[in-house]
């Protein structure tokens, strides 16, 4: 008989009961911690970003607490804002950027509440993409131009959110 230790075994904050968690959910968060490492010296300053702290061991009066604030299943890791710059015919408009990325390390899939989540904020205007690899989380970032173009991440050298998802020269 396997004995199970408490770091193999999650509560769930709304059915309270105690289900097995993956031996990969401590990687996924050190690839989330060196990714944001990388962020604080490769964004523009006027990128803003956190995380959504929803996945976190807790006891049973933390987990009613914070269902009672709003706590909402399948909210995406890291949340980034920005604004965003365009010209057209009628003139020089700005409105905000917002993205929310979810983090998944490869083979592992999204739930069924981070793909709701994805379909509800598209469906509100904001942008939701999930990034296998940090080298995928930065592309997608890249590609908004949300990275500075004085520095080169993961080998890329980034000039702006025109679509640049290459090295440049």
Same mark, same amino acid.
């Given at each position: 008989?396997?004995?199970?230790?408490?770091?193999?075994?999650?509560?769930?904050?709304?059915?309270?009961?105690?289900?097995?968690?993956?031996?990969?959910?401590?990687?996924?968060?050190?690839?989330?911690?060196?990714?944001? %490492?990388?962020?604080?010296? /490769?964004?523009?300053?006027?990128?803003t970003f956190f995380h959504?702290?929803?996945?976190?061991?807790?006891?049973?009066?933390?987990?009613?607490?914070?269902?009672?604030?709003?706590?909402?299943?399948?909210? %995406?890791?890291?949340?980034?804002?920005?604004?965003?710059?365009?010209?057209?015919?009628?003139?020089?408009?700005?409105?905000?950027?917002?993205?929310?990325?979810?983090?998944?390390?490869? &083979?592992k899939a999204a739930t069924?509440?981070?793909?709701?989540?994805?379909?509800?904020?598209?469906?509100?205007?904001?942008?939701?993409?999930?990034?296998? %690899?940090?080298?995928?989380?930065?592309?997608?970032?890249?590609?908004? &131009?949300?990275?500075?173009?004085?520095?080169?991440? /993961? &080998?890329?050298?980034?000039?702006?959110?025109? &679509? %640049?998802?290459?090295?440049?020269?």
């Amino acid at each position: 008989m396997r004995i199970i230790t408490p770091r193999e075994q999650q509560k769930d904050l709304f059915s309270r009961r105690w289900r097995q968690v993956a031996g990969a959910t401590a990687k996924e968060h050190q690839v989330q911690i060196q990714l944001v %490492s990388m962020l604080k010296w /490769c964004l523009k300053p006027t990128v803003t970003f956190f995380h959504v702290p929803n996945g976190e061991l807790r006891d049973k009066r933390s987990a009613a607490k914070l269902k009672a604030m709003g706590v909402l299943p399948g909210v %995406s890791d890291l949340v980034f804002l920005w604004k965003q710059y365009w010209e057209d015919l009628e003139g020089s408009h700005t409105a905000p950027g917002i993205l929310f990325l979810e983090l998944k390390l490869p &083979g592992k899939a999204a739930t069924d509440e981070q793909v709701a989540f994805g379909l509800a904020v598209r469906l509100c205007g904001a942008e939701f993409a999930v990034a296998r %690899s940090i080298e995928a989380a930065i592309k997608e970032l890249g590609r908004r &131009g949300l990275i500075r173009p004085d520095v080169t991440v /993961c &080998g890329i050298r980034w000039d702006g959110p025109t &679509g %640049s998802t290459g090295p440049m020269g």
